[in-house]
């Protein structure tokens, strides 16, 4: 009996219940194997409370949660008497009133009277608690036990009073009154999502209410305020000011991962072109005439997070179709740009853009943030720039606005205000800065690259943040997509590498060298270019990829081709053992690149015949080991070096 229940098997029931199957042995959900989740959290449940196993659910109790007409027909088959207390008993009787449970208490066994105190607060805290495996709950029941004086255990206090909140917002009289009232005095303190809950869709009597029975709303109340100016309640949100909400204090977002977004933040997030957006825009804009911030999170010293989060979030929305039938589900994908469309010149007038009102430092942050955004980048940036010409600092975000592609027109503006161009610039990947000739170069733009060539820019600039490049590894790194771009990507490189890039240049931790780059792309015609011009194969870095450092032949394992031009340029592996090539052979073949594995073995082979013929050949590739060897040591000792530096700073 135990599985997803449907009433569509009604019948199959039926027939089990005429084979003898036993309604009142213990429900399978409880069993502590490592398949039951649910079961392992419901069992601790029982455990810290002492509960004799006698009262553990049973198939009956299962039944009576899921559906009353399957519960009909267990109880036909059950042969448990009256004299037994039982969880169906006990929340029946409930579901009618205190009246009702005293007299189901007082017929049965005089044993009851020391058990159902525990029996009682078990049933109480699976109603209140969020423990899986016992879903039914039945709000009649909850105020009936309350009413009873069963206790509440603390951990279980806020959804108690979170589920008599959701139930007081549809009714509110004397006996409500009374309930919360005593539930309030025993307890010292309500949490701030209980206190959201007594936000009705209009007016503000369960807030008086609450006031009125010593609730501090105003120190725990900014969850009500958000949920207020949510759905659209005004006069709860003059209230909650009124109380002592703080309209600027930080708020947890919907995740639960963020605990310091503004409200101004987390209601644009809910605002969509399709409900009620003129509402919503008016909420907004009486919460700022209020007080609130124009800030992403309060810890903000600008707007500019929050002008990225109205392109980010509201460019686009992501919709989901649940599946059927044990199908996935469905992810779509809409566009909210209309939304957008309202949010960002609102936004900006807020901001005082269109008067030029703006503080420079504020414009420097909103210019950084539209280049960081990369679908509506061009549109945003060329009405900042309209409204208020360039930001102070214009170089700052130069290299932004190459890597972006925003119009020329903006991007020849910034160069000819730049006082440097070769200040680096925070990219939207994670930890990842370029300068504009490192950003040119990563968007394979030959004029752009070649203008700033002739206005100095430092093509050796070093690489900075995690994933840094050097312009040289930059322009290796893009992939092209057609003849032409491939000519274009060549121009680049022939270029750079004419104008002094160094080819052996080592990027930041998690980037690569220039021949490393091209080795992973598998671009035999680019590394053969590399190293014509003195690319060393060998310069192997400390990046961990799979668990181990990797050298240019270890990523170059999936490629045949690209394998033997790196053999044939004297490339050995980061894990050489006896050998010199043992990695690279451990990861062709545990990627099933069985091909480049025999390709590496007869390379082996070959060199020891020739090892016999010429031993000054031998001698030639262990000084070459020798000297790998020794830089690896060397790199670990500075390694070592750094960190204790950085631990004495």
Not at 131 to 152: M, P, R, Y
Not at 314 to 326: A, L, M, Q, R, S
Not at 462 to 475: D, E, H, N, S, V
Request: charged share 25%; hydrophobic share 40%; net charge negative.
């Amino acid at each position: 009996m135990q599985g997803t229940y449907d009433r569509t098997y009604l019948g199959a029931f039926d027939i089990l219940l005429e084979a003898g199957a036993d309604v009142d042995s213990q429900f399978p959900l409880i069993d502590v194997s490592p398949r039951f989740t649910k079961g392992r959290q419901y069992s601790k449940l029982l455990e810290e409370m002492e509960i004799s196993k006698e009262w553990y659910p049973t198939c009956l109790d299962w039944g009576f949660q899921r559906d009353r007409e399957l519960f009909d027909l267990m109880l036909l088959r059950s042969s448990s008497t009256d004299e037994k207390m039982t969880r169906y008993g006990v929340l029946r009787a409930a579901m009618q009133g205190r009246s009702a449970l005293s007299a189901y208490l007082r017929s049965g066994d005089l044993t009851w009277g020391e058990q159902a105190k525990n029996f009682l607060e078990l049933v109480m805290r699976e109603q209140v608690s969020k423990i899986e495996g016992w879903e039914f709950f039945n709000i009649s029941a909850l105020k009936t036990l309350i009413d009873f004086g069963v206790k509440i255990h603390s951990c279980d206090y806020p959804e108690c009073c979170s589920r008599l909140l959701q139930d007081a917002r549809r009714e509110i009289n004397n006996e409500t009154s009374e309930r919360l009232y005593r539930l309030f005095q025993d307890y010292s303190s309500v949490s701030p999502e209980a206190i959201s809950e007594a936000v009705s869709e209009k007016g503000t009597t369960l807030l008086e209410l609450l006031s009125k029975f010593g609730v501090q709303v105003g120190d725990v109340g900014v969850h009500a305020l958000l949920r207020a100016a949510r759905i659209g309640n005004f006069s709860a949100v003059n209230w909650l000011l009124g109380a002592g909400v703080n309209i600027k204090a930080g708020i947890c977002d919907d995740s639960g991962l963020g605990d310091d977004f503004t409200i101004v933040a987390l209601l644009i997030q809910k605002i969509d072109s399709h409900r009620n957006i003129k509402t919503k825009m008016s909420m907004l804009q009486h919460l700022v005439d209020c007080g609130a911030e124009l800030k992403e999170r309060a810890r903000d010293q600008y707007a500019d997070g929050l002008f990225k989060h109205v392109l980010v979030q509201k460019t686009k929305e992501v919709h989901v179709i649940p599946g059927t039938d044990g199908d996935q589900d469905i992810f779509t994908v809409t566009s909210g740009r209309e939304t957008a469309d309202v949010l960002v010149p609102w936004l900006l007038d807020q901001l005082g853009v269109g008067s030029r009102n703006i503080a420079g430092v504020e414009l420097q942050a909103l210019f950084t943030s539209a280049s960081a955004e990369m679908s509506r980048s061009p549109l945003i940036l060329n009405g900042l720039y309209i409204s208020c010409g360039l930001p102070p600092d214009p170089e700052a975000i130069l290299a932004l606005l190459i890597e972006h592609q925003a119009e020329d027109q903006l991007i020849q503006e910034v160069i000819q205000k730049s006082a440097s161009i070769d200040m680096y610039a925070k990219l939207d990947f994670p930890d990842r800065w370029y300068t504009p000739l490192q950003a040119a170069a990563s968007v394979c733009d030959y004029p752009l690259v070649l203008q700033l060539l002739d206005r100095g820019a430092d093509i050796n600039a070093p690489p900075r943040g995690f994933y840094g490049l050097t312009a040289l590894q930059a322009i290796c790194a893009w992939f092209p997509m057609s003849g032409k771009e491939r000519d274009c990507q060549q121009k680049i490189v022939n270029l750079l590498i004419k104008n002094g890039a160094n080819v052996k240049a080592e990027p930041e931790a998690r980037g690569l060298t220039a021949i490393m780059v091209s080795a992973h792309q598998g671009d035999v015609e680019l590394a053969a270019v590399l190293l014509a011009h003195g690319a060393d194969p060998n310069l192997h870095i400390t990046r961990q990829l799979n668990g181990h450092p990797q050298s240019t032949l270890d990523v170059a394992a999936d490629r045949c081709d690209m394998t033997k031009l790196l053999l044939d340029a004297g490339a050995l592996s980061a894990r050489r053992g006896s050998t010199g090539y043992e990695g690279a052979i451990l990861d062709a073949e545990k990627y099933g690149n069985y091909a480049v594995a025999r390709i590496l073995r007869e390379h082996i082979d070959r060199q020891e015949k020739q090892f016999h013929i010429r031993p000054e050949l031998r001698a030639c590739h262990s000084a070459v080991m020798k000297k790998m060897d020794e830089q690896d040591a060397n790199r670990r000792q500075k390694k070592m070096q750094d960190k204790d530096e950085g631990l004495i700073h």
